[in-house]
Nanobody, 132 residues
């Protein structure tokens, strides 16, 4: 069993930066992919960024491409989300997720890891608030 704990959320003004961290514990050798999702009240959870822990291939939502960066520390069993040029629309609860099987879903013209249904393990979330 894997447990995920997020940290690093907070409040920032538009244009600012935050770095989220997620620490995995337990059977972390099963974490073949990890991702960050976000959710605002009344809306579905959306994929933000995801990464395969082995090869390091990354996936980003169009809305964050070029502003957010997902990265790993496989020694410390951590995944990070560096968020730059934050916008009020980025305000949400951010969740870390992990999965063993990482079955890609077809999206648009290709295959993506940014689907909630792919991930089996979830953290409790950390709040990010961006003010204008």
């Amino acid at each position: 069993e894997v447990q995920l704990v997020e940290s690093g959320g907070g409040s920032v003004q538009a244009g600012g930066s935050l770095k989220l961290s997620c620490t995995a514990s337990g059977e972390t050798s099963n974490n073949n992919c990890m991702g960050w999702f976000r959710q605002v009240p009344g809306k579905e959870r959306e994929g933000v960024a995801a990464i395969f822990t082995g090869g390091g291939r990354t996936y980003y939502a169009d809305s964050v491409e070029g502003r957010f960066t997902i990265s790993l520390d496989n020694v410390k069993n951590m995944v990070f989300l560096q968020m730059n040029s934050l916008e009020p629309e980025d305000t949400a609860t951010y969740y870390c997720a992990a999965d063993r099987y990482c079955r890609l879903r077809h999206q648009g013209g290709g295959w993506s890891l940014l689907h909630e249904s792919i991930f089996n393990v979830w953290g409790q979330g950390t709040q990010v608030t961006v003010s204008s």
